[in-house]
């Protein structure tokens, strides 16, 4: 890692913590306090765990710019405030402006129009059942 916390770590740990470093332009306060107090703790947990980063943000499907932007939207949606340091790094990726508003517009429709499907989709169905229910009893 970028500070002198990645001296006391083991070589493929402190290669996990600069790959942060990297995307963001700086390791963030969540990673950061992840690798302080796990690489203590628990270290295999950590290789573990950034290992699974590792793979999924970069993978051969997607190119770094649009995973970065999928991110961007998945945090968005899910209200972490995360979703700010992976719009840094879509902007590093060369995300455009108007391709991260685009994530955030997703985004929001998303949440928005989550709910009001699902209970359509949950008011059509009783509607259905009620309606079945009271052609049985008239017969």
């Known amino acids: 890692m970028s500070d002198t916390q990645s001296t006391n770590l083991p070589p493929d740990l402190a290669a996990f913590g600069d790959s942060y470093a990297e995307l963001f332009g700086e390791v963030p306060p969540l990673p950061k306090a992840k690798f302080e107090f796990s690489s203590e ?24 710019k649009t995973t970065q932007l999928m991110l ?44 009001f499907n699902n209970g359509s989709a949950i008011l059509n169905e009783l509607r259905h059942q009620e309606g079945k229910h009271n052609q049985q009893s008239n017969k």
């Open 41 to 64: 703790i628990d270290p295999e947990g950590l290789r573990l765990a950034d290992k699974f980063r590792a793979h999924a943000f970069y993978n051969k499907t997607f190119d770094t």
């Open 72 to 115: 961007f939207g998945m945090l968005l949606v899910m209200g972490v405030p995360a979703a700010k340091h992976h719009a840094i790094a879509s902007r590093r990726a060369g995300a455009s402006w108007q391709e991260l508003h685009q994530v955030t517009e997703l985004a929001s429709a998303v949440v928005a129009l989550g709910p």
